[in-house]
């Protein structure tokens, strides 16, 4: 298997598919041309500069090839990645045969095993083994590595050593050996914290990006599953995978991915798949959110086998699925490991959760306001007394708390998360109620809505979902009935306007698909779930394989 990386960079078709940006290539061509051709002191001026700065950020041509003599490499290293002042730069010199060699590779990111194997089996060389065509002689004959392959522009070498290959110098050649000798730094595969299920497997992404696309390829064997490999971030060169499945992807969608994903032009993405989002995906404040993130190998896999695309990013222990919908994100793996019947029940129990973490505290605040909106049956509900603080005060402090409270989960070590949960029970709800800063039914309702914004399988949606209540109860204790009418359908209607990568985001509400809303609600069995989503426009919509 050769490296991904080299092969897809070092053929133009495939810098042509995807310009993001590299060394040497100017991002202010296009702006500096339409200013040029204006008029005013201003225009000219901004020009010039534009035009300065791409001259100077623009390698010349020799910055690109390798130097022949080994001792210009050294001097070249020094300038260019810090050898001698950064101490995880390693370069070994050798001499096999009658060539002086240099060994190029960074500390940490490499197999010392391998490269020691290779050097070992180096070192049976003779003079007249490497006579003439070196690079031909080491590569075919005497480099004993997986990966191998050839290289002869200096930017690219530095970003595949850089992203853990080892290069091989040889005095007296201007090409050097890229050699995949990979080892980088990771955790073992575990269940995410974050989409646990009483049955199946156990295993879920981490950091390394090689890793994840592994996991999904064993529940995959499809030939015709795609993973392209792009670089995005001017220093960071990050590694972003694009997977697909050939025959069944929609074709404008991965061409508007792929474009999209082309016109980034940024630094770096150390924030991994979430800078990646809003650099493709997030427009504007909307908290909602237009991607869907998984942990999981399976549900990944069962994503693409619909018809979706997903961004595998190096360093991210968890894949972005586009596009998706509203209704994506309120499922979960558990409800496919069980029965049908179990399965429906349990959707509909978190659908209930979800419905009232939104709702039923600005409802209950509205039959408080006014006990004559409510029905008989619901004559228990208010508190008897409201309490030092107005209700919606309490409700928004108590907001606060919750939120504060999560945070302080997250940055509390395990041994002390039981005395904070103490805590939090007694001295905060407790006493809070006992002195009469909030009435038992805030706390009560506080909770459940809670509960309900915990249940939601998407972590981002149910924080969106705690802004939608904040909006919610503002406005019915603002302007009553008509605030709640007017707020929720406000929110519905940014909903179904919004879009993810040109699709309907309330689908399959809104456009209305009877089919797959049943789907949604129900969970079918999966002998009787035959056809693909239509929202992802696949070339194949059966499920089922033909008997052909």
Aim: charged fraction near 25%; hydrophobic fraction near 45%.
């Amino acid at each position: 298997m050769t490296d991904h990386r080299s092969e897809l960079t070092g053929t133009e078709e495939s810098e042509a598919a995807y310009p993001y940006p590299q060394a040497g290539q100017s991002q202010e061509e296009p702006s500096t041309k339409g200013e040029e051709e204006g008029n005013g002191a201003n225009a000219s001026g901004k020009s010039s500069a534009s035009s300065n700065s791409s001259k100077l950020d623009e390698p010349s041509k020799e910055e690109h090839v390798i130097p022949d003599k080994l001792d210009d490499v050294l001097l070249k290293l020094e300038t260019d990645v810090g050898y001698h002042t950064s101490f995880d730069i390693v370069v070994r010199e050798m001499t096999f045969g009658d060539r002086r060699t240099a060994l190029f590779f960074m500390n940490g990111l490499v197999k010392d095993t391998v490269l020691t194997e290779i050097l070992k089996r180096l070192t049976y060389l003779q003079p007249d083994n490497v006579s003439s065509h070196a690079v031909h002689a080491f590569l075919n004959l005497y480099v004993t590595a997986a990966q191998v392959e050839k290289q002869e522009d200096w930017s690219k070498l530095l970003t595949a050593v850089l992203s853990g290959s080892t290069a091989m110098f040889i005095d007296g050649e201007s090409t050097a050996l890229i050699m995949d000798a990979k080892n980088f730094p990771q955790r073992g595969p575990e269940e995410p914290s974050l989409e646990k299920v009483v049955r199946g497997s156990r295993d879920g992404f981490v950091e390394t990006l090689m890793t994840n696309v592994s996991l999904v390829r064993r529940r995959l064997r499809d030939p015709k599953l795609r993973y392209e490999i792009v670089q995005i971030g001017e220093r960071t060169r990050t590694d972003v995978c694009i997977a697909y499945i050939d025959d069944l992807v929609d074709k404008e969608l991965l061409k508007s991915v792929k474009d999209k994903i082309a016109m980034i032009k940024i630094d770096g993405l150390p924030m991994a798949d979430k800078q990646l989002e809003e650099a493709t995906v997030k427009r504007g404040w909307n908290p909602f959110p237009l991607v869907r993130y998984s942990e999981r190998p399976d549900v990944v896999a069962t994503h693409l086998l619909e018809g979706a695309i997903t961004l595998f990013v190096d360093t991210s222990p968890s894949v972005m699925t586009i596009p998706t919908t509203y209704f994506d994100l309120v499922q979960h793996a558990e409800e496919n490991r069980q029965t049908p019947f179990l399965g429906t029940y349990l959707r509909w129990v978190r659908f209930l959760g979800i419905f009232a973490s939104l709702f039923l505290l600005p409802l209950w605040l509205l039959f408080v306001m006014h006990p004559e909106l409510k029905p008989v049956a619901l004559e228990f509900l208010g508190p008897s007394k409201t309490g030092k603080l107005p209700l919606l005060v309490q409700f928004l402090l108590a907001e606060v708390g919750v939120d504060l409270l999560r945070m302080a989960s997250v940055h509390t070590p395990t041994s002390l998360a039981t005395a904070m949960s103490l805590v939090a029970a007694i001295l905060i709800g407790d006493i809070a109620v006992q002195t009469g800063i909030f009435v038992n039914e805030v706390i009560l309702y506080m909770a459940v809505a809670a509960i309900g914004m915990f249940a939601t399988p998407s972590y981002e949606l149910g924080l969106a979902n705690r802004i939608v209540r904040y909006i919610l109860l503002i406005s019915v204790a603002a302007f009553s009935v008509p605030g709640f009418v007017i707020a929720s359908t406000v929110m519905l209607l940014v909903l179904c306007k919004e879009r993810s990568f040109n699709r309907p985001y309330m689908w399959p509400f809104i456009p209305f698909d009877a089919r797959a809303l049943l789907s949604i609600l129900i969970r079918v069995p999966v002998l009787q779930n035959r056809k693909r989503p239509n929202l992802l426009r696949p070339q194949q919509t059966d499920k089922m394989p033909s008997d052909n």
